[in-house]
């Protein structure tokens, strides 16, 4: 007749809902509860790795074993079959069970179903890289950023543009820049919890400008706290390459005809000047009006050379030049536009500046566009009483560095970002295609062309060319270039 406490033990025992054992040292079945026999069906005389397993050897990692070894109590995740074939994920426990010399007897085993966590777990994981596939496959740059904009996550097609751009600020990664954009999207939906879209143009990795649509979406904790936002820029520079191919003949058609009716005016007043001048035998009058015509035939030809540059993609034709005579050309080009501008024209020229190889005629235009878009700056600035504008041309080792600064308006950094696109004008007056072209021109050398600009002080571009022609840049067929921008 069992004591109160056997009695109590073994009712314990029995409604236990986990699959208890007790074993002996030659692991042996020596106890177990009515859960474990309904699933594993008779257990005596049996060894627990024939009972759970079906095994005719004991496991390699055994807790019931170091138990025994050691005294401790141990645990393990176990992977068991029951008696109908059905596998059950089970956490074990061991616990020694001593004698009354304290001496270990036998081993408790207490395995614990938890089938339905691991298939949580394993949905869960299933889940996870669903997600992280999508995540990753999206064709469009995602981030995760946090309350402070850095980043804390990113897809591989920003990873691959941008870089491990982890544990950034977004504006270091996206512009390079050192501080927030104004306006910016991602603090817009941080301030005010709401989705938010707005047009950037970003630098990539290998200095390419891209233009994305960038929409930022709130994210939020559990307790609808905001906690970051995700950040889905999709690429649109193709979209926004075909609608300027599709616009520009509209743009150019309007703006040409704007500036052509200046110049057309400008040409009937000087020849008035000049037939006047010889109808009254007036010297300086005719001096004054063929002076008037050949600037404004100088604009023209500046500005269809622009216009044929924008309208064909162009190889140059290399040749052997002096890039001291080039900028000296130019400034000698600029000297009536300096006049009506009343600035100030400083050429410093390298002595030992050397030659370089490239395209004359582009290399001039490049030149002459960034010397004219200083000069507009000056124009612009009515704060100051001087205006000051200075050509360098500097000779290094395997470059030459053209470097152009005036002290007029200036521009400030969201203006900057966006000054070599297409038809962007801070002058409000032109085709907005000098620094594009310019640009252009740099690029087809295989060189580097840099803006640094802040408001009311002024602006300096430097552009710096190889002195021979990079390997994979091939040279432009007989006429390509010269036969298509040589007029007059």
Same mark, same amino acid.
């Given at each position: 007749?069992?004591?109160t406490?056997e009695?109590?033990?073994?009712?314990?025992?029995?409604?236990?809902?986990?699959?208890v054992?007790? @074993?002996?040292r030659d692991?042996?079945i020596?106890?177990?509860?009515?859960?474990f026999r309904?699933?594993?069906?008779d257990?005596?005389g049996r060894?627990?790795?024939?009972?759970?397993?079906?095994?005719?050897?004991?496991?390699? *990692?055994?807790? *019931?074993?170091?138990?025994? @070894?050691?005294g401790?109590?141990?645990d393990?995740e176990?992977?068991?079959?029951?008696?109908?074939?059905t596998?059950?994920?089970?956490?074990?426990?061991?616990?020694?069970?001593?004698n009354q010399?304290?001496?270990?007897?036998s081993v408790m085993e207490?395995s614990?179903?938890i089938?339905?966590?691991?298939?949580?777990?394993?949905?869960l994981?299933r889940s996870e890289?669903?997600?992280?596939?999508?995540?990753? @496959?999206?064709?469009c740059?995602?981030?995760?950023q946090?309350v402070?904009?850095?980043?804390?996550?990113a897809n591989?097609a920003?990873?691959?543009?941008?870089g491990?751009?982890l544990?950034?600020?977004?504006?270091?990664?996206?512009?390079?820049?050192?501080?927030p954009?104004?306006?910016?999207?991602v603090q817009?939906a941080?301030?005010?919890?709401?989705?938010?879209?707005?047009?950037?143009v970003? @630098?990539?990795?290998?200095g390419?400008q891209?233009? *994305?649509?960038?929409?930022?979406?709130?994210?939020?904790?559990r307790?609808?706290?905001?906690?970051g936002?995700?950040?889905?820029?999709?690429?649109?520079?193709?979209?926004r390459e075909l609608?300027?191919?599709?616009?520009?003949?509209?743009?150019l058609?309007?703006? *040409?005809s704007?500036g052509?009716?200046?110049?057309?005016n400008g040409?009937?007043g000087?020849m008035?000047?000049?037939?006047?001048?010889?109808?009254?035998d007036?010297?300086?009058?005719?001096?004054?009006?063929?002076?008037?015509v050949?600037?404004n035939?100088?604009?023209?030809?500046?500005?269809?050379?622009d216009i044929?540059y924008?309208?064909?993609?162009r190889?140059?034709?290399?040749?052997?030049?002096s890039p001291?005579?080039i900028?000296?050309?130019v400034?000698?080009?600029?000297a009536?536009?300096v006049?009506?501008?009343g600035?100030?024209l400083?050429l410093d020229?390298?002595?030992?500046a050397?030659?370089?190889?490239?395209?004359?005629?582009?290399?001039?235009a490049?030149?002459?566009n960034?010397?004219e878009?200083?000069?507009?700056a000056?124009?612009?600035?009515?704060?100051?009483?001087e205006?000051?504008?200075?050509?360098?041309?500097?000779?290094?080792p395997?470059c030459?560095?053209?470097?152009?600064?005036?002290?007029g308006?200036?521009m400030?950094q969201?203006?900057?970002?966006k000054?070599?696109?297409?038809?962007?004008?801070s002058?409000?007056s032109?085709t907005?295609?000098?620094l594009?072209?310019?640009?252009k021109?740099?690029?087809a050398?295989?060189?580097?062309i840099?803006?640094?600009?802040?408001?009311?002080?002024?602006?300096?571009v430097?552009?710096t060319?190889?002195?021979?022609?990079?390997?994979?840049?091939?040279?432009?067929?007989?006429?390509l270039?010269?036969g298509?921008?040589?007029?007059?």
């Amino acid at each position: 007749m069992p004591t109160t406490d056997e009695a109590r033990y073994e009712k314990y025992f029995q409604a236990m809902s986990g699959y208890v054992t007790v @074993q002996d040292r030659d692991f042996h079945i020596i106890d177990a509860n009515d859960r474990f026999r309904k699933d594993f069906g008779d257990w005596e005389g049996r060894f627990c790795y024939q009972v759970y397993k079906g095994r005719s050897d004991r496991c390699e *990692v055994c807790p *019931v074993a170091r138990t025994f @070894q050691d005294g401790e109590r141990h645990d393990s995740e176990e992977l068991v079959r029951t008696r109908d074939g059905t596998e059950v994920c089970t956490i074990v426990y061991t616990k020694p069970i001593r004698n009354q010399d304290r001496k270990i007897a036998s081993v408790m085993e207490v395995s614990t179903d938890i089938t339905h966590i691991k298939d949580l777990q394993s949905l869960l994981r299933r889940s996870e890289e669903r997600y992280h596939t999508l995540f990753d @496959q999206v064709p469009c740059y995602i981030s995760i950023q946090d309350v402070d904009l850095n980043i804390i996550e990113a897809n591989r097609a920003f990873q691959e543009a941008f870089g491990n751009s982890l544990g950034r600020k977004c504006y270091e990664a996206y512009k390079h820049r050192s501080e927030p954009c104004v306006p910016c999207p991602v603090q817009e939906a941080l301030d005010d919890g709401f989705l938010h879209s707005r047009e950037e143009v970003v @630098q990539s990795l290998d200095g390419r400008q891209r233009h *994305v649509l960038v929409t930022a979406a709130p994210i939020r904790n559990r307790d609808g706290d905001l906690a970051g936002v995700m950040e889905m820029s999709a690429d649109i520079t193709a979209v926004r390459e075909l609608e300027n191919r599709l616009t520009s003949l509209g743009l150019l058609i309007g703006s *040409v005809s704007h500036g052509l009716k200046g110049l057309l005016n400008g040409l009937a007043g000087g020849m008035y000047l000049v037939d006047s001048g010889f109808a009254k035998d007036d010297q300086e009058r005719v001096r004054r009006g063929w002076a008037t015509v050949q600037r404004n035939v100088a604009r023209i030809r500046a500005m269809v050379s622009d216009i044929l540059y924008y309208a064909k993609d162009r190889t140059p034709l290399w040749e052997p030049l002096s890039p001291a005579e080039i900028a000296e050309e130019v400034a000698s080009l600029m000297a009536i536009r300096v006049e009506e501008v009343g600035a100030e024209l400083a050429l410093d020229v390298d002595a030992e500046a050397g030659d370089i190889e490239g395209d004359g005629q582009a290399i001039r235009a490049m030149l002459a566009n960034l010397v004219e878009n200083a000069l507009d700056a000056c124009r612009m600035d009515r704060g100051k009483g001087e205006h000051r504008v200075s050509v360098q041309v500097r000779g290094l080792p395997d470059c030459v560095v053209f470097q152009v600064e005036d002290n007029g308006v200036g521009m400030d950094q969201e203006t900057v970002e966006k000054a070599f696109t297409l038809f962007f004008s801070s002058k409000g007056s032109g085709t907005g295609l000098g620094l594009f072209i310019s640009h252009k021109i740099t690029q087809a050398h295989g060189g580097e062309i840099d803006l640094q600009s802040r408001p009311g002080q002024g602006t300096r571009v430097s552009v710096t060319l190889p002195r021979s022609r990079p390997d994979g840049l091939e040279s432009a067929g007989a006429g390509l270039l010269h036969g298509d921008t040589s007029h007059g």
